[in-house]
């Protein structure tokens, strides 16, 4: 059998470990050969395929990014999309094909499963919204850069007795931003599923100053305040309809800074979480998924994708794990209450 790997969207750390394990069992346990397609589904539309043997992946398995390189193409928005891709499988003796992504990379899974293609889905993004699986590769390791640079702020804030706000990455989901700011001992963490009250986050500040301790506000980037909208620099759209986000944070800092009376800087984080070298977890969690991912393949069991629940890689649908974002549980944000302001 000759197996297909891509990896779509946004590159995060791990992925070139799920390629490593991937490749390593489906060659050794399954004599199975592999190809990878360049730069996700751009590769499937284009034909744009590398060889990929152990060799290949010898030495990556520390390394952030991904060896075959992403993008945010969306087949389906071309109208032969699905048949190009098709073409592209035959033409090079694909018998199945393993996407490694996120929402938009696994919505398009989806859509090729529904019309026949043997995929297998593995969950990967930053932001941890995949519905479906616990946890996904690449969120851990953003965390703990968040978190690092949470501490760090904390020094610098002082020493000017300033608010300093810290926007991470979050479009529909809040996970970075409640993890690393509870860890980091944030004042305010702000997040896409509960919008916010700038007077509340500003009488939250200056209780902070009222006893001499400069806040800190973490602010994740698809935040909204109560009556408003999402505040963007640059309102085009990428190939899933997604607006390029980035903006908030200044805006808050602006506006803090106007009702307090108080400096008020801005940290935009933006694509240093997605960077470097992934963290042990992120490394074992890929390798798990890459490994369960073959099994699947080598079962035949398409149309499913690898999930982590609790300690266990099961398989679930991949019609299951498109019909919505996993945001942050209001219950789990309430929780931690006690910490805010």
Known sequence: MRVGVLTGGGDCPGLN????AIVRKGVQECGFEFVGLRDGWRGALEGAVVPLDIPAVRGI????????????TNPLKSEDGVARVRETLAAYEMDALIAIGGEDTLGVAAVLAGEGIGVVGVPKTIDNDVTGTDYTFGFDTAVNIATEAIDRLHTTAESHSRTL?????????????????IAGGANVILIPEQPFDVDQVCAWVEDR????????????????????????????????????????????????ADRTGKEARTTVLGHIQRGGTPSAFDRWLATRFGLRAIDAVYERDFGTMVALRGADIVRVPLSEVTVGTKGVDPALYAEFGVFFG
Not at 165 to 181: N, P, Y
Request: charged letters at 20%; hydrophobic letters at 45%.
């Open 165 to 181: 706000v810290v926007e991470v990455m979050g479009r529909h989901a809040g996970w970075i931003a409640l993890h690393s700011g």
């Open 209 to 256: 100053f009222k006893i001499r301790y400069a806040p800190i506000v973490v602010v994740a980037e698809g935040a909204v305040p109560k009556a408003g909208q999402m505040v963007v620099k640059d309102s085009s759209l990428d190939e899933f309809g997604h607006v390029r986000l980035s903006g908030i944070g200044e805006w808050l800092a602006r506006e803090i």
């Open 61 to 72: 398995l520390p390394r952030g990014g991904t060896i075959l390189g992403s993008s945010r």
């Open 17 to 20: 470990a799920a390629i490593r």
